[in-house]
């Protein structure tokens, strides 16, 4: 379930932010209703994807932190020279972007310390009371062991 993400996988799901984002900010400049944000939108998404596949609380914490700040920052870059809807939507599309890497890297970097410590049998099963029981005693080790290959 919290497998890592991989960089395909994180550059649809950007893709799929930038889509919402600049469509969603054209159509809100068409009716010309400036106080309603996208931004919700995509955080909704996200959270989406999160639930549905991945819930990795320290790369979700990390991308959560990180997002926001982007945001804000670049809306007070960029509003002054290209305006409130087209700064909006880069803003917003840039801060998922960033997010979704922060996301991406701090799973990855956490998966492989994570993965090394376990150890899986042919059919995928994570063994790690193996390795504690190996820690414990080396005779708990030897029994472990050999209940292990013969079944």
Same mark, same amino acid.
Not at 46 to 72: D, E, I, K, T
Not at 82 to 92: E, H, I, K
Not at 116 to 135: E, Y
């Given at each position: ?8 996988? !994180? ?51 990390? !991308? ?51 993965? !090394? ?35």
């Amino acid at each position: 379930m919290n497998r890592a993400v991989t960089w395909s996988e !994180a550059a649809l799901v950007a893709v799929a932010c930038w889509a919402i984002s600049g469509p969603g900010y054209g159509v809100l400049a068409a009716l010309d209703l400036p106080h309603v944000p996208v931004a919700p939108l995509i955080v909704m998404g996200l959270s989406q994807w999160f639930w549905a596949s991945r819930r990795f609380w320290l790369a979700g914490v990390a !991308a959560s932190l990180v997002g926001p700040v982007v945001l804000f920052a670049l809306i007070d870059v960029l509003r002054p020279g290209l305006g409130r809807y087209v700064a909006d939507a880069l803003a917003t599309g840039a801060a998922a972007t960033v997010a979704l890497a922060v996301f991406t890297l701090v799973g990855r970097g956490a998966g492989r310390h994570r993965d !090394a410590a376990r150890i899986f049998d042919v059919n995928g099963v994570v063994h790690s009371r193996v390795r504690r029981l190996q820690r414990k005693t080396a005779a708990g080790a030897a029994v472990v062991s050999a209940s292990w290959c013969r079944g």
